[in-house]
Every structure is written in structure tokens, then in C-alpha cells.
């Protein structure tokens, strides 16, 4: 069993800062790809949109969306993955969520999901 628990979040004055942390722990043998997903208000499960994602090696995918504001790094040693979100915008309000694709001892490759932060941001 892998759990994700996330932390951080909560609200912010457009152009604010916020950082989120996302610790994996469990029957954990390595962790493959770790990254961030946000689902906007009224958008369903399937909706998610992908944030920010990183390799075990360090390699980085941004969306378009968020390209030069968010920062996505990990500690390997600690199975966490951070995001720094900076210049934030209304349109970045959402809920966001962790994602792990995580080698369980013993077992195959699964994704697993954290329990979701709120990120607000208003004036």
C-alpha cells in the first residue's frame, strides 16, 4: 500500500505565492515520474490537466498554462515532490493533486494520487 500526503495550499492575492509538497511512503521500491494535476471549479475527475511533471532523473514537463511561474522539483531520498507557484493568477484555482508512478515491493508499476490541495486564487 502507497500513500501520497500532500500539504500546503490555500489562498492567495493574484500575483501571490504558494508551495505545495507531496510525500509518498508505503511499500515503496523506486518511483518513476512524480508531478502535480489541478481539476478547476466544475471540471469532473477525467478533467484533470496535468501542471508540472519530473523524472526520477530530474527531467521537467510544463503545461503551457503555468511555463515560467511553477517550479516542479523532488527529493528522491524522501520521496517528495514540490511545486513552487509563483505570479499566480485567478485562472490557476483549482484542486490540486499529486500523482506517483510508483514500483510497490512487491509488484508492478501503478500511479497513485494524493488527497487533493485547494488553491484559491482572489482579490
Known amino acids: 500500500q502507497v500513500q501520497l500526503l500532500e500539504s500546503g495550499g490555500g489562498t492567495v492575492q493574484p500575483g501571490g505565492s504558494l508551495n505545495l509538497s507531496c510525500a509518498a511512503s508505503g511499500s515503496i521500491y523506486t518511483i518513476y515520474t512524480m508531478g502535480w494535476f489541478r481539476q478547476a471549479p466544475g471540471k469532473q475527475r477525467d478533467q484533470r490537466e496535468l501542471?508540472?511533471?519530473?523524472?526520477?532523473?530530474?527531467?521537467?514537463n510544463y503545461a503551457d498554462s503555468v511555463k515560467g511561474r511553477f517550479t516542479i522539483t523532488r527529493d528522491n531520498a524522501k520521496n517528495t515532490v514540490f511545486l513552487q507557484m509563483n505570479s499566480l493568477k485567478p485562472e490557476d484555482t483549482a484542486v490540486y493533486y499529486c500523482?506517483?508512478?510508483?514500483?510497490?515491493?512487491?509488484?508492478?508499476?501503478?500511479?497513485?494520487w494524493g488527497q487533493g490541495s485547494q488553491v484559491t486564487v482572489s482579490s
Open positions: 500523482w506517483a508512478n510508483v514500483v510497490v515491493t512487491p509488484g508492478p508499476v501503478k500511479g497513485y
Open positions: 501542471a508540472a511533471l519530473i523524472t526520477n532523473g530530474g527531467e521537467t
